[in-house]
């Protein structure tokens, strides 16, 4: 979830315009050894200020746009750092209270109330709704816990009381800026907010409806467009894929040389596709596998297997393939010959198994696992 946080406050940062004139923050610190200072750091400014019996106050002189937020994150330390370089200097030395650790809040009033609880890592902003909101929203994404995956079962189980909650915040609150970073994360980024990215898909239509309530607010600061265009993109690669027809793509072998998919299509009655990237530790380990069933069927006309490398670069690419030696094809496809396949296949994970009906230029199945291959194959 750190990796969620990262790319969330990356987000805000980026959004964020011009701010405010004396933003008052006054902070109130529990702890059962106090540190000497306090800092807030805005993008690239550092305010410092003495935490003096538990308490410290910072009057930050920027212009404070109510339509719009700011994020900032709060550090504790014993140590003196005048800037955002010697911060991460002492950032990578522990010497952050407690180590490694930043409270982050969002400045949406010029005076704001805060407690921290360093023994709990625990931070909690009075009488600011963004503040509320984002701590909830950010309480229910961590509940994903990726050091130890349950069963299929209970991860689906998983998946949907997160979304629930999702959706019951997005609602508690008015259409703003931090619900439409909020919600375009979840459309574009699924995979840091559920177990199977296929989770967004599968609440759909309460996302649409949560949508349109939203844009109904007819608020200035929340962008439904952007939105919208978000959830589009999100059904369009998510939707089931049988029946699609194949593009044309073009795919490159390891000598450099072009040729289209269709290329292939005469020679087999289905092309069974690979799609991997040798950055893909799960890619890697289940080739071994699809040799044997590629070993299993070489016999049988009907059926022609493909590795295809994506997102991948052709040196690194190619150094693999010449340390194994698989029997079956394989080839790299570039993003910039066809940059909508991955959307038109529903290629949102990997590796992906694609399997392609060559005389009618159709997907026949997609998005398995490598181990119902075999009774997918007997079935065609």
Same mark, same amino acid.
């Given at each position: 979830?750190? %990796?969620? +946080? ?20 006054? !902070? ?6 106090? @540190? ?36 900032? /994150? ?24 407690? @180590? ?41 994404? =961590? ?27 997005? &609602?508690?609150?008015?259409?703003? =800026? ?7 994360? +979840? ?16 609440? $759909? ?26 959830? /589009? ?7 089931? &894929? ?43 380990? /289940?080739? @071994?596998?699809?040799?044997? *069933?590629?070993?299993?069927? %070489?016999?049988?006309? $009907?059926?022609?297997? +493909? ?5 991948? $670069? !052709? ?16 080839? *790299? ?9 991955? %959307? ?6 990997? @590796? ?6 060559? %005389? ?11 181990? /119902?291959?075999?009774? *997918?194959?007997?079935?065609?």
């Amino acid at each position: 979830m750190t %990796k969620f +946080l990262f790319v969330l406050i990356f987000t805000f940062l980026a959004i964020s315009n011009n701010y405010g004139q004396n933003i008052r923050l006054k !902070f109130k610190v529990y702890a059962d050894t106090l @540190p000497a200072y306090s800092y807030v750091l805005i993008n690239n400014d550092v305010f410092k200020t003495e935490v003096k019996s538990g308490t410290c106050e910072f009057v930050i002189n920027k212009i404070l746009d109510k339509g719009h937020f700011n994020f900032a /994150q709060l550090a504790l330390s014993d140590s003196v750092f005048t800037n955002r370089e010697d911060f991460s200097s002492f950032f990578r030395r522990h010497q952050i209270f407690p @180590p490694n650790f930043l409270y982050s809040f969002i400045i949406d009033s010029n005076d704001l109330t805060i407690d921290i609880n360093i023994n709990a890592h625990q931070l909690k902003v009075y009488g600011s709704d963004l503040n509320k909101q984002f701590t909830e929203f950010e309480a229910t994404a =961590k509940t994903l816990d990726l050091t130890n995956i349950p069963a299929l079962e209970e991860q689906i189980r998983g998946d949907n009381n997160r979304m629930t909650e999702f959706l019951k915040i997005f &609602k508690k609150y008015s259409a703003n =800026k931090l619900s439409e970073e909020h919600l375009t994360f +979840l459309l574009e980024y699924p995979s840091l907010s559920f177990y199977n990215s296929s989770s967004v898909f599968q609440h $759909k239509d309460s996302i649409y409806q949560l949508i349109q309530l939203l844009k109904k607010e007819n608020s200035p600061y929340f962008d439904s467009e952007r939105v919208l265009k978000k959830y /589009q993109d999100m059904v369009t690669l998510y939707k089931p &894929k049988e029946n699609v027809p194949v593009p044309n793509f073009t795919i490159i072998n390891s000598r450099g040389e072009k040729k289209y998919i269709r290329e292939l299509y005469n020679s087999t009655e289905y092309l069974v596709i690979d799609f991997w990237g040798t950055w893909c530790g799960p890619c890697i380990a /289940q080739h @071994p596998e699809l040799q044997r *069933i590629v070993n299993e069927y %070489k016999d049988n006309g $009907k059926f022609k297997f +493909l590795g295809i490398a994506v997102n991948d $670069k !052709f040196t690194t690419w190619k150094q693999y393939l010449e340390k194994h030696q698989y029997t079956y094809e394989n080839y *790299i496809f570039e993003n910039r010959d066809y940059p909508n396949l991955q %959307k038109e296949l529903g290629i949102y994970s990997f @590796p992906r198994y694609v399997i392609v009906n060559t %005389k009618e230029n159709r997907v026949v199945r997609s998005n398995f696992k490598i181990d /119902q291959l075999r009774d *997918i194959l007997n079935t065609l």
